[in-house]
């Protein structure tokens, strides 16, 4: 999963991901490709985030456990 | 190619990548492109303001956008269509009837003008559900009003209707005859036992001829290419009263044994026509394929297999080649007449000039330091805000009040118009430096207020704050960011002398005695 999650940040911010990754580091990472990102995210695994879980989803990480978190609900 | 898209809420994901957006509901700001399109989705009202006054206001937009354009590129519009609406009275059909007249003057007005392409929005939603043409939470995250899962689909449709009007339509139409224009084959069946007119698949035929026939009128070229005795299809015109193409409807004929493709090039030759502004239609799959091959600039859509596919058939043949296929003699007549209505009716609000059109917003700006209310939206803009953004730097809550403690200010620009309030819409911090010289930090608009004329008012009041303040001369920097060139010159503009410039940085300087004490915003 972490791998399907590297692609499609890969590919929405047309650059080259590492593992530490995040919004702070990644220049093109901006409000507008955030949402990209969401949206990819909520297409690829078939979930829908809440707004306040898309705020905090600034990194590999979180992403990673916030979709962990909806697959056990 | 690069588009320009005016808009009026967040599009980002509908347009490819490459595509540049104005601010929200701003026409000021146009850049360099191939093709510009117009985009406005209504607001999503809960009630109060008329849609009639919304759509007026599209209209004078719409107008000042098409004589601002460069010439010769294409405009692409969209007509409108509610995604959401709240109807209080059950009898309440204004808002449609409103739409209704603001999509027919569209149509009226895309005719009067040969750059202005019209695309039915309709045609796009329509295909979905209401409950899924808006996903709230986006909508209430970012602006997004168009549901963004179905960005890939209207990209597609998009991509189709644009290279519709890019590729040109075509210009002559290519038929066979047997099981093409008539079911049967003449040699065998006789020039009266084709099947034409009359019960299936006579009928079925009648009507695709009649569509042709249709098609011959409107401007295209007809012409027949089929392998037959010619005294037998002569036969037919003679004396077959269902045949609805007749030889005179026919620029060009070729029925012989000889290979089609080469009489296709003959006949390209005699009608003095490229063969790629040709498209060729043929029952017989062997006869396409050879076309094909040997004429590759050829359009050959395949043939449906039953009669009863034909009008589909021929809907999709005059979608994909013939549409756009407009002005002929008769219809630059038509258009003098659509002209004249146009100008009639529909722009009593429009706008001389830009100008009058910021007049007529009625904006109204509001200049405050930032305090406990909206340091947080302070901030906020900060980090969000990249078109209109001198110097791109990010700052939290914590960073807005040190600058406040250290003899900063953070002012705070508040707009309304017309239309309604934009709330806290723009940011200038400003940090003093020593006794005599402060720097402007950082100032930035977000574009939704953007092109109204109130970038310079801004700077104009901050200056002049900084002037009471005592300060003699002020310090401004551009730093170029991925998406901020639009800002590139703006201290030039506003008077500051550039001190120092490099690819990474413009510094400026202005004496603050050279700024008047006037405020004429």
Redesign the interface.
Known sequence: MRQQIKDILSLTLRSEIADDCSQRNCHNWDSLNHLNIVIALEETFDISFEPEEIAEMTDIDTIEFFILKKRQA | MSLFVFRNS?L??FFESGAIFSGYGDISGISEADAYVWFYLLPFETGGRKMQEILNDYRARLQLVQSRIPAHHPLYVFTIHPLFLLRWENSDFSTMQAVEEFNQFLAEWAKADTAVKLFDFREFILHYPQTMWVDW??Y???G?QLN??L?RDFREWFAQKAGAVLLRAKKCLVLDLDNTLWGGIVGEDGPQGIRIGGDYPGNAFAMFQESIRELGRKGVILAVCSKNNENDVREVWKNNPSMILRKEDLAACRINWENKADNIRSMAQELNIGLDSMVFVDDNPSERELVKQMLPMVEVPDFPTQPYLLPAFFERLLEQYFQAYALTGEDLQKTVQYRANAERTAFRSGFADMREYIASLQIRMQITEADMYTIPRAAQLT??T?QFNLTTRRYSEQDIIRFREQGGHVFCLKVEDRFGDYGITGIAITLKNDLHTAVIDSFLMSCRILGKGMEQAFLKYVLNALKQEGFEQVQASYIPA??NSQAENFYEQAGFKITAQSDSQKKYCLSLAEVKLDMDI
Do not use: D, Q
Request: aromatic share 12%; proline share 12%.
């Open positions: 967040t980002e994901p939470k986006y209430f995250l970012s997004m963004p899962r960005a980090r969000k990249n991925a998406k």
